[in-house]
């Protein structure tokens, strides 16, 4: 396994369940790519007024996370913070408030339990909200999750079914050979039956015999960690169009993102962290009040068409991809582990995998360098 973020762990633990001998490489430590930055943030039904494989995946995922979470935590005793408060997503203004409608519907035709609420019982439900919301969207269904701690508890827990951690430990090329794979290491080679390439952002970086390099781009995220001030505080995850805020227990929220096309730059800006700020006192008047505890950041593996790439290389025998998660790889940590588990132990390939494929980059792979992504937009 080259890569020990939250997608590396997930794998690594679920192919330790099932028996497998595995050993994650990573180049830091475990947790310390895209992962240590995120949200935690389970809502594949945001900004979700059209149907697609994303939120097909996202879904799925979702359903998979009370059992994954009860497993993880029953394997090590840690505790991992998890909770399904809901979300609520406003609107504040006319054109806000019809496309929250139109989401509305398509995902009551959908099944997914939502309530559209006015302004005023946005206001009397979340009662730190700026009284400049007109509208909003209740998926009680949602929630998040500590990705950092998820993501040590995953690494326990595997090495409780016989997972070895090599760290730090660059994987620099990855080669076919008649026993399996060969990686290049900065600590020498090692070979594997399977490789499972889940370096996030980086995936690309790994130079692959006979294969191009996977088409995966960072998208740098910025985050803040406030404390919120004494009173009551939020109840459900708030997400507007400049900035989401989720509300931890220790008294703390979490309040995301920015969304840059800035190559693997990790800095924090002063740009980022103020437009944060502007936008979360806009949304929650009371986060002029809170202490300012942290700024992460972390660099997003994008795709050209925002979905990851789960499968096996064209190219290469026993190499599989599980990268380019983008906005929801810790959402999809429990159904990428499952998926790239069965495709390891021969089981039926889910029809799902369909939309993930590597070799779907190939024909557009002169395209990617093209997009763009607009500084400034606000995002998980
Ligand atoms: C600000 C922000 C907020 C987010 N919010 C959410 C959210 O609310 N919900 C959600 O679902 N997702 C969210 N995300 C996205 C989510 O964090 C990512 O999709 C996810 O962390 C990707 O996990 P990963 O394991 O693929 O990548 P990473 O966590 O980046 O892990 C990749 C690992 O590979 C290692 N590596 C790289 N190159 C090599 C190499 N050559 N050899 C060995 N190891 C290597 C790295 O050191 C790293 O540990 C957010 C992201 C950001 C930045």
């Given at each position: 396994m080259v890569g020990g973020g939250v997608i590396g762990c997930a794998v690594a633990y679920e192919l330790g369940r099932r028996g497998a001998e595995v050993c994650v490489l990573d180049r830091r430590d475990v947790g310390l790519g895209a992962t240590q930055a995120s949200a935690g943030m389970l809502a594949p039904f945001i900004e979700a007024e059209h149907a697609g494989p994303l939120r097909r995946l996202g879904s799925r995922s979702l359903e998979l996370y009370d059992q994954f979470v009860a497993d993880v935590v029953g394997d090590t005793g840690d505790s991992v913070p998890y909770e399904r408060c809901g979300t609520i997503e406003v609107a504040t203004d006319a054109v806000s408030s019809a496309r929250l409608e139109r989401a509305a519907n398509e995902l009551s035709r959908a099944g997914v339990h939502c309530r559209l609420l006015s302004g005023s019982e946005a206001v009397a439900d979340e009662p730190h909200l700026s009284q400049r919301v007109c509208a909003a969207l209740l998926v009680?269904?949602?929630g998040f999750v500590g990705a950092a701690?998820?993501?040590a508890a995953l690494r326990q827990a595997a090495a409780r079914h016989g997972?070895?951690?090599?760290?730090?430990?660059?994987?620099?090329?990855?080669a076919p050979t008649d026993a399996g794979i060969e990686a290049e290491?900065?600590?020498?080679?090692?070979?594997?039956?399977v490789v499972v390439l889940a370096a996030g952002s980086w995936s690309g970086q790994v130079?692959?015999?006979h294969e191009t390099p996977i088409p995966v781009r960072p998208v740098r995220g910025q985050l803040l960690r406030l404390r919120w001030p004494a009173g009551p505080p939020l109840t459900k995850v708030v997400w507007s169009s400049g900035c989401y805020v989720v509300p931890w227990r220790d008294g703390t929220t979490l309040v995301g993102a920015t969304v840059e096309d800035v190559g693997f730059d990790e800095r924090a800006t002063v740009a980022g962290v103020t437009g944060l700020l502007d936008a979360a006192r806009e949304l929650l008047p009371a986060t002029t009040r809170a202490g300012f505890e942290a700024v992460r950041v972390g660099l997003r593996p994008g795709t050209a068409d925002d979905l990851p790439v789960?499968?096996?290389s064209h190219a290469v025998p026993k190499l599989l991809y599980a990268t380019g998660h983008y906005r929801n790889g810790v959402l999809l940590a429990p159904l990428t582990a499952r998926l790239v588990a069965d495709l390891v132990f021969d089981a039926t390939p889910d029809p799902l995998l369909d939309a993930l494929t590597p070799g779907r980059f190939e024909a557009a792979s002169t395209a990617v360098a093209g997009v763009q992504v607009a500084a400034g937009r606000t995002r998980s």
């Amino acid at each position: 396994m080259v890569g020990g973020g939250v997608i590396g762990c997930a794998v690594a633990y679920e192919l330790g369940r099932r028996g497998a001998e595995v050993c994650v490489l990573d180049r830091r430590d475990v947790g310390l790519g895209a992962t240590q930055a995120s949200a935690g943030m389970l809502a594949p039904f945001i900004e979700a007024e059209h149907a697609g494989p994303l939120r097909r995946l996202g879904s799925r995922s979702l359903e998979l996370y009370d059992q994954f979470v009860a497993d993880v935590v029953g394997d090590t005793g840690d505790s991992v913070p998890y909770e399904r408060c809901g979300t609520i997503e406003v609107a504040t203004d006319a054109v806000s408030s019809a496309r929250l409608e139109r989401a509305a519907n398509e995902l009551s035709r959908a099944g997914v339990h939502c309530r559209l609420l006015s302004g005023s019982e946005a206001v009397a439900d979340e009662p730190h909200l700026s009284q400049r919301v007109c509208a909003a969207l209740l998926v009680p269904a949602h929630g998040f999750v500590g990705a950092a701690s998820l993501t040590a508890a995953l690494r326990q827990a595997a090495a409780r079914h016989g997972v070895a951690f090599l760290t730090p430990c660059a994987v620099t090329r990855l080669a076919p050979t008649d026993a399996g794979i060969e990686a290049e290491t900065d600590r020498g080679p090692r070979l594997g039956d399977v490789v499972v390439l889940a370096a996030g952002s980086w995936s690309g970086q790994v130079e692959v015999e006979h294969e191009t390099p996977i088409p995966v781009r960072p998208v740098r995220g910025q985050l803040l960690r406030l404390r919120w001030p004494a009173g009551p505080p939020l109840t459900k995850v708030v997400w507007s169009s400049g900035c989401y805020v989720v509300p931890w227990r220790d008294g703390t929220t979490l309040v995301g993102a920015t969304v840059e096309d800035v190559g693997f730059d990790e800095r924090a800006t002063v740009a980022g962290v103020t437009g944060l700020l502007d936008a979360a006192r806009e949304l929650l008047p009371a986060t002029t009040r809170a202490g300012f505890e942290a700024v992460r950041v972390g660099l997003r593996p994008g795709t050209a068409d925002d979905l990851p790439v789960v499968g096996w290389s064209h190219a290469v025998p026993k190499l599989l991809y599980a990268t380019g998660h983008y906005r929801n790889g810790v959402l999809l940590a429990p159904l990428t582990a499952r998926l790239v588990a069965d495709l390891v132990f021969d089981a039926t390939p889910d029809p799902l995998l369909d939309a993930l494929t590597p070799g779907r980059f190939e024909a557009a792979s002169t395209a990617v360098a093209g997009v763009q992504v607009a500084a400034g937009r606000t995002r998980s």
